[in-house]
């Protein structure tokens, strides 16, 4: 066998591996474990390029393609992972044939084809570039399924939070989160899913945001530093934020001004698989400033003892913070 040879042959069991990987994580049943082994072997250059083949081959195929997968979802989870040796071997089929015939980054892919779909667990991000060339940073814990078309570059961000920067096209670039829906067609922003709702951050350029209580045709356009926070299905006042403490989470930074402790706590939280609780209800309403390393719990438990009569009570992956007594 040539050298030649040999390495289209490994690319091949790459590109099999690839296929398999991807009809795996939209299994219904596909969780943290399932998602942490296909990071492990997505580290190995080769393998993440083997994986980026076949999310492009597949933005080009129709949903009959595919249909093998639709397939497994409507199947009982018991039985989904029976079917998936056979939805992998037509993800194989379908993406092999299609790589051979493009290059490069994926083409915009039919509005009726299956979106393709990202995500990060607890304490991850996650920068990924879109086949439009607008990029989208995953925050913690966050999820999005991406479904492009000639008629627009929809994104759904069903969970957590997000920063575009869009690439400028006629094709609107759409996000949809929550209760809102956020247009714009050459932009920097960020969209955030809360309990509540939605929250949305422009950073620079402009979007329209629309949300189901708005009246028929209502937008709320967006100017750099404004933000908008969709709560029951409603617009609330546009306010202005300090931009570099907003967006600092994509450099690992979280910046507090003049918060509610239970607040600062509820957004430490996410970053990490260690808990901090704050019961006390006096305690919790305790104003703070400062900037904290996401995911760095001890530190901030730390830097809290130093201005408020606090301690820390640990037990497992909880931290509870109490008065300290006299």
Do not use: C
């Given at each position: 066998?040539?050298?030649?040879?040999?390495?289209?042959?490994?690319?091949?069991?790459?590109v099999k591996a690839a296929a398999r990987w991807y009809a795996e994580l939209q299994a219904p049943e596909a969780g943290a474990e399932t998602w942490d082994a296909f990071r492990a072997w997505e580290r190995h250059p080769a393998n993440a390029a083997a994986f980026r083949e076949i999310e492009a081959a597949l933005s080009t195929l129709d949903r009959s393609?595919?249909?093998?997968?639709?397939?497994?979802?409507?199947?009982?989870?018991?039985?989904?992972?029976?079917?998936?040796?056979?939805?992998?071997?037509?993800?194989?089929?379908?993406?092999?044939?299609?790589?051979?015939?493009?290059?490069?980054?994926?083409?915009?892919?039919?509005?009726?084809?299956?979106?393709?779909?990202?995500?990060?667990?607890?304490?991850?991000?996650?920068?990924?570039?879109?086949?439009?060339?607008?990029?989208?940073?995953?925050?913690?814990?966050?999820?999005?399924?991406?479904?492009?078309?000639?008629?627009?570059?929809?994104?759904?961000?069903?969970?957590?939070?997000?920063?575009?920067?869009?690439?400028?096209?006629?094709?609107?670039?759409?996000?949809?989160?929550?209760?809102?829906?956020?247009?714009?067609?050459?932009?920097?922003?960020?969209?955030?899913?809360?309990?509540?709702?939605?929250?949305?951050?422009?950073?620079?350029?402009?979007?329209?945001?629309?949300?189901?209580?708005?009246?028929?045709?209502?937008?709320?356009?967006?100017?750099?530093?404004?933000?908008?926070?969709?709560?029951?299905?409603?617009?609330?006042?546009?306010?202005?934020?300090?931009?570099?403490?907003?967006?600092?989470?994509?450099?690992?930074?979280?910046?507090?001004?003049?918060?509610?402790?239970?607040?600062?706590?509820?957004?430490?939280?996410?970053?990490?698989?260690?808990?901090?609780?704050?019961?006390?209800?006096?305690?919790?309403?305790?104003?703070?400033?400062?900037?904290?390393?996401?995911?760095?719990?001890?530190?901030?438990?730390?830097?809290?003892?130093?201005?408020?009569?606090?301690?820390?009570?640990?037990?497992?992956?909880?931290?509870?913070?109490?008065?300290?007594?006299?």
């Amino acid at each position: 066998m040539t050298g030649k040879m040999m390495v289209q042959g490994d690319h091949a069991s790459r590109v099999k591996a690839a296929a398999r990987w991807y009809a795996e994580l939209q299994a219904p049943e596909a969780g943290a474990e399932t998602w942490d082994a296909f990071r492990a072997w997505e580290r190995h250059p080769a393998n993440a390029a083997a994986f980026r083949e076949i999310e492009a081959a597949l933005s080009t195929l129709d949903r009959s393609s595919l249909a093998a997968h639709a397939a497994v979802r409507a199947r009982p989870p018991q039985r989904a992972r029976v079917w998936l040796g056979a939805v992998a071997a037509a993800v194989v089929m379908a993406a092999l044939g299609a790589a051979t015939l493009f290059s490069g980054r994926a083409a915009q892919p039919p509005a009726d084809t299956l979106p393709l779909v990202y995500a990060t667990s607890v304490g991850e991000q996650r920068l990924l570039e879109l086949a439009d060339g607008s990029s989208v940073r995953l925050n913690t814990a966050s999820r999005i399924e991406v479904a492009f078309s000639a008629q627009e570059r929809l994104v759904r961000l069903t969970g957590g939070q997000a920063f575009f920067e869009v690439e400028p096209d006629a094709v609107p670039f759409v996000v949809d989160a929550a209760a809102s829906r956020t247009r714009a067609l050459g932009t920097a922003f960020d969209v955030f899913v809360k309990a509540e709702g939605a929250q949305v951050t422009l950073l620079e350029g402009s979007v329209s945001v629309v949300s189901p209580g708005s009246a028929a045709g209502e937008l709320t356009m967006l100017e750099p530093g404004d933000r908008l926070v969709i709560s029951g299905g409603k617009a609330q006042p546009v306010v202005q934020v300090d931009l570099a403490a907003a967006l600092s989470w994509r450099t690992g930074i979280l910046q507090f001004a003049d918060v509610r402790l239970a607040d600062a706590v509820d957004e430490l939280n996410r970053y990490s698989g260690t808990r901090i609780v704050v019961q006390d209800p006096a305690l919790a309403e305790e104003r703070l400033s400062g900037s904290f390393k996401a995911g760095d719990q001890e530190m901030f438990v730390s830097a809290l003892s130093l201005f408020l009569p606090v301690e820390a009570e640990r037990s497992g992956n909880t931290i509870q913070i109490v008065l300290a007594s006299d």
